[in-house]
């Protein structure tokens, strides 16, 4: 294919995928890090973190002003949001750009837009991933780099300090330090002519450090986080250097994967648990992740097998620790079993993990645990939690009712019993991520 700008991209359909899959690959890194802002530190408190929250908003409405919607779909009044509906937005924009592949529409624009906001994701994700390691001890894993490329650059919010920082030194040299050159001793002093008590108490701090210095060096490489970026010419060459039939075998791993996942959840559907059994299976064959892991356990229980179940749990934890339905579905087997507080152990953990689509089910599941045992305001609290994480589960809002009810009239609670029916569509559920309540 010829690279010239006014030429048209056609679009195939391994373009298409290879660009949905990077789109998906920068969502789930940004995601990763929201949910570890948001729900296992305080750093959305910080300034800095407000302050990127409104300003990629603005960023996102400015980009589908320009690129998606004309003007009359654009609201001119851009509200300040939180960093939880910020998150939707990202999750609505990203589903949006990936139906619009889909679609076949105008390629070139199609892949423009797509590559401005998957580095638009990246872009603030390496801003929020800085303020996560300067303030906290979570590490998030890095995006897995297909087409990306990695840059190692400061995150704006230290370089605007170290501006401001410069400026204010360089106003209070001009008024404070002669302005003859002269010779630093220690080599760390900002302002020409510093106080020689300075330049040698820096000295004595540096020979402290040094002593460390291999350890210091060793940790620091440990924080090194790259921006990523995604060049639509790295897209173009992918089909121009005849690759356009999915050359990689790694493409290929990834397609007949996701293909049998696909096929695994459709047997299980048709409840042809063995069928189920037999693709999960063979996916495991191409990929061993967590997922396919945890499927396979989800498969067992679904036959009976609990324990085996249970051992395939574990496995996809050791594989993947991050990666929160093996935990939830552990827990969901022992509660099957009559072991209340194991199980609750195992929602707890499931509700901190980091990469998990469905962060509902574990409090779902954990208030089932509080209504084993009769601890209705547990339960209600659980319940709750899971309602502001999907807030349009219209069952477990009428449970929720139901429960406040039952505990405001009822002055004996053991006399209290609910018909707690979860929906067919949260049981069986058709996300991938967690397929067990």
């Avoid at 490329?149 to 410069?166: G, H, I, Q």
């Avoid at 108490?201 to 986080?225: F, N, P, R, V």
């Avoid at 009976?304 to 087997?333: E, S, V």
Wanted: hydrophobic share 35%.
């Amino acid at each position: 294919m010829k690279e010239n700008k006014g030429t048209l991209i056609l679009m195939e359909e391994n373009i298409r995928n290879l660009l949905t899959s990077e789109l998906h690959c920068a969502w789930s890194y940004y995601e990763r890090l929201i949910h570890a802002i948001s729900d296992l530190s305080k750093i959305a408190q910080l300034p800095e973190s407000k302050e990127l929250t409104q300003k990629m908003n603005f960023d996102i409405v400015e980009l589908l002003e320009v690129h998606v919607f004309s003007k009359d779909f654009i609201n001119e009044n851009v509200r300040n949001i939180t960093l939880r509906e910020l998150k939707y937005k990202c999750k609505d924009t990203t589903d949006l750009l990936e139906r619009m592949i889909r679609l076949e529409l105008n390629s070139e624009k199609t892949l423009d837009t797509t590559v401005n906001f998957i580095n638009l994701l990246y872009e603030y994700a390496h801003e929020w991933h800085h303020l996560l390691s300067d303030f906290t001890d979570i590490s998030i894993q890095l995006p897995r780099v297909n087409l990306i490329e990695a840059v190692v650059t400061s995150p704006k919010y230290l370089m605007d300090m170290e501006d401001e920082m410069n400026n204010t030194l360089k106003e209070e040299s001009e008024e404070l330090v002669d302005s003859t050159p002269r010779l630093h001793q220690s080599g760390f002093s900002i302002i020409d002519g510093g106080a020689q008590d300075d330049e040698l108490s820096l000295e004595d701090d540096y020979d402290d450090i040094d002593e460390d210095s291999d350890h210091d060096d060793e940790g620091e490489e440990d924080k090194i986080i790259p921006l990523f970026k995604l060049d639509k010419e790295n897209i173009i060459r992918f089909q121009g250097a005849g690759l356009g039939s999915i050359g990689s075998l790694e493409w290929q791993r990834d397609k007949k994967y996701d293909k049998l996942l696909h096929e695994g959840h459709e047997a299980v559907f048709e409840k042809n648990f063995a069928e189920a059994l037999e693709k999960f299976t063979r996916a495991l064959n191409y990929k061993e992740t967590a997922e396919v892991l945890t499927l396979i356990g989800w498969v067992h229980s679904l036959d009976g097998r609990l324990d085996k179940a249970k051992t395939f749990c574990l496995k996809a934890i050791q594989t993947d620790a991050d990666y929160g339905p093996p935990y939830n579905d552990l827990g969901t087997y022992l509660l099957s079993e009559g072991q209340v507080e194991e199980s609750l152990k195992w929602f707890e953990m499931a509700k901190k993990s980091i990469n998990y689509q469905n962060r509902e089910y574990p409090y779902i599941n954990a208030g089932r645990a509080y209504m084993t045992v009769k601890n209705l305001p547990k339960a209600l609290e659980e319940f709750s939690k899971a309602l502001t994480l999907a807030p349009y589960h219209e069952e477990l809002h009428a449970t929720v009712e139901r429960l406040k009810k039952s505990i405001h009239t009822s002055s004996n609670k053991e006399e209290f019993k609910v018909n707690w029916d979860i929906s067919e569509e949260v049981e069986n559920s058709e996300t991938d991520d967690s397929p067990v309540n």
